[in-house]
């Protein structure tokens, strides 16, 4: 499978622009199986209010993102993951939409919600699904879900063989924490981080890391961007590597976990 990752600082509040801009990209390369984009790249990250991001969230199937998606992924025969914000009734969701071939196979809600997200999203209610594309499992996570192993152990668990992250970092620790993912789980990860620095009102400001990158399951960098500029990293990886849990000749990571004796609650 042939994965492209596309780091980039989305412009604040304009879904259009950012899809034009995003579409000026993936037209420029072809024979990719599998886009991942950041968090919430149609509209950026920072806003004032519920309201707010409520007036540009879209709703899936309905908006322009997801015309544009059913568009571009049948038009190029690719598939892609990215992060949007979902309007859903009454709720807004900052979400990951995967479409394959101008079909929407998925939604992934985004549990653990950063900081001031908390303000802004409902946080999904769903366990993190594991959605079949071109025959790979792919796992989705988004952004400050890393900080909770058991999330991407729920993953692995249900057969991801790629865990597709879009994010928007700010915290410098994931980019080494998802090398630990792979180990721990022995699965590929592609974290997809956007550059930038976004302010609200002249009172809060964040930038962002980029350092977008994808490991191997050995953990393994298998590529890696800069930490402040655009660009596009594109890995080939075998998925059915992600299927062997086995250690060396006797231990096998998954058969010799003892649930039995660890808390989850
Ligand atoms: C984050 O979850 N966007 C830090």
Same mark, same amino acid.
């Given at each position: 499978m042939k994965i492209a990752l596309y780091q980039f600082a989305p412009l604040w509040g304009n879904v259009?622009?950012?899809?034009?801009?995003?579409?000026?990209?993936?037209?420029?390369?072809?024979?990719?199986?599998?886009?991942?984009?950041?968090?919430?790249?149609?509209t950026g990250y920072l806003f004032n209010s519920k309201t707010e991001?409520?007036?540009?969230?879209?709703?899936?199937?309905?908006?322009?993102?997801?015309?544009?998606?059913?568009?571009?992924?049948?038009r190029l025969n690719t598939s892609v993951v990215m992060g949007v914000a979902e309007k859903c009734n009454k709720n807004i969701y900052n979400s990951a939409v995967i479409f394959?071939?101008?079909?929407?196979?998925?939604?992934?809600?985004?549990?653990?919600?950063?900081d001031n997200e908390k303000h802004l999203f409902d946080p999904g209610n769903e366990a993190p699904a594991v959605f079949t594309v071109r025959g790979v499992r792919i796992g989705v996570m988004i952004c400050f879900?890393?900080?909770?192993?058991?999330?991407?152990?729920?993953?692995?668990?249900?057969?991801?063989?790629?865990?597709a992250h879009p994010a928007n970092l700010v915290?410098?620790?994931?980019?080494?924490?998802?090398?630990?993912?792979?180990?721990? +789980? #022995? @699965?590929? &990860?592609?974290?997809? +981080? #956007? @550059?930038? &620095?976004?302010?609200?009102?002249g009172r809060h400001q964040l930038t962002f890391i980029g350092n977008s990158q994808v490991t191997n399951i050995?953990?393994?960098?298998?590529?890696?961007?800069s930490k402040d500029r655009e660009g596009v990293l594109i890995v080939d990886i075998d998925p059915a590597e992600a299927d062997n849990k086995s250690i060396n000749q006797n231990n096998d990571l998954f058969l010799d976990r003892k649930p039995e004796l660890y808390r989850l609650n």
């Amino acid at each position: 499978m042939k994965i492209a990752l596309y780091q980039f600082a989305p412009l604040w509040g304009n879904v259009s622009g950012n899809l034009k801009k995003i579409e000026s990209t993936l037209c420029r390369h072809t024979n990719i199986d599998l886009w991942i984009l950041p968090e919430l790249c149609t509209t950026g990250y920072l806003f004032n209010s519920k309201t707010e991001i409520g007036s540009i969230a879209e709703s899936f199937p309905g908006g322009q993102t997801d015309s544009w998606l059913m568009s571009i992924t049948k038009r190029l025969n690719t598939s892609v993951v990215m992060g949007v914000a979902e309007k859903c009734n009454k709720n807004i969701y900052n979400s990951a939409v995967i479409f394959d071939n101008g079909v929407h196979i998925g939604t992934y809600r985004k549990i653990h919600l950063f900081d001031n997200e908390k303000h802004l999203f409902d946080p999904g209610n769903e366990a993190p699904a594991v959605f079949t594309v071109r025959g790979v499992r792919i796992g989705v996570m988004i952004c400050f879900d890393w900080i909770f192993p058991e999330a991407a152990r729920t993953l692995a668990l249900d057969g991801a063989q790629l865990i597709a992250h879009p994010a928007n970092l700010v915290l410098p620790y994931c980019p080494d924490a998802m090398v630990t993912r792979s180990i721990e +789980n #022995r @699965i590929f &990860t592609a974290t997809a +981080n #956007r @550059i930038g &620095t976004e302010k609200l009102s002249g009172r809060h400001q964040l930038t962002f890391i980029g350092n977008s990158q994808v490991t191997n399951i050995s953990g393994k960098r298998l590529g890696q961007l800069s930490k402040d500029r655009e660009g596009v990293l594109i890995v080939d990886i075998d998925p059915a590597e992600a299927d062997n849990k086995s250690i060396n000749q006797n231990n096998d990571l998954f058969l010799d976990r003892k649930p039995e004796l660890y808390r989850l609650n």
